[in-house]
């Protein structure tokens, strides 16, 4: 399938999933160009697409991408060369589900440290003021201050966080990065030796956030030299020069610091939030080593767990039975019945992509 050369990427450099996206770009050799976000540009793709996000990638004849979640696997459809997806069918659900957690598990933490932190929220306010910003006819200081405003408003204040909870929050982060460190200190990727879905989901906090804002870059540092070098490691790598190492296959004992980590803290709060959409609850309240946080549903994440869900209970009995034997806890709450009832209730969502402009595109 022929696409646009380069590939036209509008988002920002700064941007939790536009790095993810470029990262893979990059390690396919796809060409792209990555157009920085104003509000303007901003408002004419979500005017296009149906949704409000980033990034998104033009396409041919007005057809659009959106939601890493879709495209990287739409993707490796159009280049199987150079393939992030292992073959084995228990490694492919592992990278798919170490992608999810990577994806939504680590988003509020990312966003508290980004604006919790009063030296972190300065500096990026200022970039988003000299950036995003820039066609707003305001004073760079009172772009600087409405954007931080709204930034924390909506991803701390709105997103549990508060002077209780925001420790526990920023742990998060600690936790995660701790047990990447283990994993890392033995492979040079999260899954072996050549990067699969995994490394390009953890690559987008890791990347844009944790190694690049001032407060958790310092802790990265410090703590998890792996992890630094790992993600260096992954902006430079060309997924050609790795065709020779194998790729992952079976159960992964390696990776049992992070999946302790997706079934003690990702599991229940994806079961809290998919027991609130379907009983119609606004906001919900999840344990969290002994601290109550208190946060809004989220629909998306509700979808993503029951395709989880559909997909292990897809795979071949061998592969189930393999991860039965490596990661009961995750199985078991992945065997119970897919309900129609989360699609239902993303499908009457007022944000919709278009019908007939999206090849591929997140479901709100």
Not at 33 to 58: N, S, Y
Not at 156 to 164: F, I, N, T
Request: one cysteine or more; hydrophobic letters at 40%.
């Amino acid at each position: 399938m022929n696409h646009p050369t380069p590939l036209k990427v509008h988002g920002l450099d700064l941007s939790y999933f536009t790095g993810k996206l470029e990262a893979y770009l990059r390690g396919k050799g796809i060409a792209y160009e990555l157009i920085e976000m104003d509000t303007r540009d901003f408002k004419t793709c979500g005017k296009a697409t149906g949704v409000a996000q980033m990034p998104q990638v033009e396409w041919n004849q007005g057809e659009w991408l959106s939601d890493t979640t879709l495209i990287l696997p739409f993707m490796e459809g159009v280049h199987p060369e150079t393939s992030i997806t292992p073959s084995d069918p228990a490694a492919w659900f592992t990278s798919r589900v170490l992608e999810d957690f990577a994806d939504e598990w680590l988003w509020r933490p990312a966003l508290a440290h980004r604006w919790a932190n009063p030296h972190d929220a300065r500096l990026m306010g200022q970039r988003l003021a000299e950036g995003m910003m820039r066609d707003v006819p305001l004073p760079t200081t009172l772009r600087r201050w409405v954007i931080t405003k709204r930034q924390q408003l909506h991803f701390l204040w709105m997103d549990g966080y508060r002077p209780s909870t925001g420790h526990r929050i920023k742990a998060h982060y600690i936790e995660c990065l701790a047990a990447l460190e283990a994993v890392l200190q033995h492979q040079p990727y999260v899954m072996g030796q050549r990067p699969t879905l995994a490394d390009y989901g953890f690559f987008g906090s890791m990347f844009r956030h944790f190694f690049s804002d001032p407060t958790p870059a310092g802790i990265m540092r410090r703590q998890a030299p792996n992890v630094m070098e790992w993600v260096a490691r992954l902006w430079n790598t060309r997924l050609d020069r790795l065709e020779q190492q194998p790729m992952p296959a079976g159960a992964l004992p390696v990776l049992n610091p992070v999946m302790t980590l997706v079934v003690k803290e990702f599991l229940p709060y994806a079961q809290a939030n998919e027991h609130a959409v379907l009983n119609g609850i606004k906001r919900f309240t999840f344990h969290s080593a002994g601290v109550d946080l208190t946060v809004p549903v989220q629909r998306y994440r509700a979808w993503r767990f029951q395709r989880l869900r559909g997909q292990f209970q897809a795979l071949p009995a061998e592969a189930q039975q393999t991860l039965q034997g490596w990661q009961p806890a995750l199985c078991n709450a992945l065997a119970a019945p897919v309900t129609n009832a989360i699609e239902a209730q993303i499908q009457s969502l007022p944000i919709q992509p278009k019908q007939g402009r999206h090849m591929v595109a997140r479901t709100w």
